[in-house]
């Protein structure tokens, strides 16, 4: 379903992927979680469908292909989001420890995700905004 997500709809960020209550940065991103060290280890399955970027190819500096890796960034972002509470199903048939597995899986897998996501666009968003201003002051 967010394949089918019109570039449009990820101009912006929602209140999933807005800024969150507390102080986030790059920084942060880096310091706190290593993010730098293990961000290389986590697949790219932008492509696993028909009509799916994958973000590695997005390597133009240009304001037009930046935008799109941070509507990408979004749109993955509301995947892993969208997901993760998946595990509440397996309440229906497993035992209690079953389910408790499956909800350490899914946030396991899903968490690095969402990290990750969130520290592009905290990396391409002031890139971006300041290639905007500079194209915008030139003649």
């Known amino acids: 379903m967010a394949q089918r ?3 449009t709809a990820l101009e912006g960020d929602s209140w999933l992927t807005g800024q969150r209550p507390w102080p986030e940065s790059k920084e942060s991103y880096e310091q706190r979680l290593g993010i730098e060290r293990w961000k290389g280890l986590l697949p790219d399955a932008g492509d696993a469908l ?15 292909t930046l935008q799109r890796l941070v509507a990408e960034t979004r749109r993955a972002e509301l995947v892993h989001l969208a997901i993760w509470p998946f595990w509440i199903v ?8 079953g389910v408790l597995i499956n909800l350490t899986f899914a946030t396991l897998f899903n968490l690095p ?5 969130r520290y592009n666009r905290l990396r391409l968003q002031p890139l971006l905004l300041a290639m905007q201003g500079r194209h915008s002051a030139e003649p």
Do not use: E
């Open 5 to 7: 997500l019109p570039l």
């Open 50 to 64: 028909p009509g799916g970027v994958r973000k590695n190819s997005l390597v133009s500096r240009d304001p037009a």
């Open 90 to 97: 397996t309440a229906l048939w497993l035992p209690p420890v």
């Open 113 to 117: 995700c969402l990290w990750l996501q």
